[in-house]
């Protein structure tokens, strides 16, 4: 499959920190593609850096073949890219229908995804009308990735869904991510390694900001040398599930 994203050594420094030094990636359309790295390697940075709320200062990012670096945030998202933030970001006093509704980029997309919306996650049909402060945090996660699915976005960047979820809750966000798959092409930030391993096609490891790695995940899986050199010992010999067959 020809590639949706292309990152080509970006550069991206916050205030006079360099964060990223050489960050290069491609996401083949219709797959789950997973960045790794230890805390701090600049995973969350390079995310930001594509949806250009961090915009890199060196290097170039293409989006279906049209550069896209140096653009707003706006302009990118309205390209067709959705960004699922780190600790979920929803609107706490509005409804799960209203976080909803104000993801729209035009008029009616709601009505028409929401079909896909509640077969994903069946807890928002149930829950519509309640605030979104009052979901469980597994809700909550729900709600942020329900919300990037409002507009009929082709990529999908989600940072971290895992994070402090319970194990049962983890699982029913691993199936509706695969589900997902058939309908967008996502970008995954995870530090979860079980949950990215049965979920990726392809990997990328960042250290220090940099791109050191990659390969298919069913690889990795097995390299426990390579695993823990950058993710840590505490990774190698973790069980996994084989990520299933996709057809895109």
Same mark, same amino acid.
């Given at each position: ?32 593609? !997973?960045? %790794?790295? &230890? @805390?701090? $390697?600049?995973?969350?940075? *390079?995310? &930001? ?20 670096? #140096? +653009? *707003? ?8 890219? #959705? ?16 976080? %909803? +509704?104000?993801?729209?980029?035009? +008029?009616?997309?709601? $009505? +028409? ?9 069946? /807890? ?7 605030? #979104?402060?009052?979901? =469980? ?6 709600? !942020? ?9 082709? %990529?999908?960047?989600? /940072? ?21 798959? =058939? ?8 530090? @979860? ?15 220090? #900001?940099?791109?050191?790695? =990659? ?25 996994? *599930? ?7």
């Amino acid at each position: 499959m020809p590639n949706i994203l292309e990152v080509d050594g970006i550069h991206t420094f916050i205030g006079q920190f360099h964060i990223l030094e050489g960050v290069s990636l491609a996401v083949p359309q219709g797959s789950i593609t !997973a960045l %790794l790295g &230890r @805390n701090g $390697a600049g995973k969350t940075t *390079t995310l &930001r850096s594509i949806m250009g709320l961090n915009p890199p200062r060196e290097g170039a990012i293409r989006y279906a073949g049209e550069p896209i670096q #140096g +653009k *707003t945030a706006f302009q990118i998202a309205a390209k067709g890219i #959705g960004y699922v933030p780190e600790y979920r970001a929803i609107f706490r006093a509005l409804t799960v229908e209203e976080n %909803l +509704k104000i993801a729209e980029r035009q +008029k009616g997309d709601l $009505a +028409k995804r929401s079909d896909l919306i509640f077969e994903l996650f069946p /807890d928002l049909k149930r829950f519509y009308r309640l605030p #979104g402060g009052q979901l =469980s945090g597994g809700q909550q996660q729900m709600l !942020a990735i329900a919300r990037a699915l409002v507009p009929d976005n082709r %990529l999908l960047l989600v /940072d971290e869904p895992s994070e402090g979820l319970a194990p049962i809750i983890i699982e029913a966000i691993v199936a509706a991510l695969r589900q997902l798959a =058939s309908h967008a092409t996502v970008l995954l930030v995870e530090q @979860n390694f079980r949950m990215a391993s049965m979920l990726a096609d392809r990997y990328y490891i960042l250290d220090d #900001g940099q791109s050191v790695h =990659s390969g298919q995940m069913a690889d990795l899986v097995n390299d426990r040398p390579l695993i823990t050199k950058y993710l840590g010992a505490g990774y190698a010999g973790t069980p996994v *599930t084989p990520t299933p067959e996709r057809s895109n």
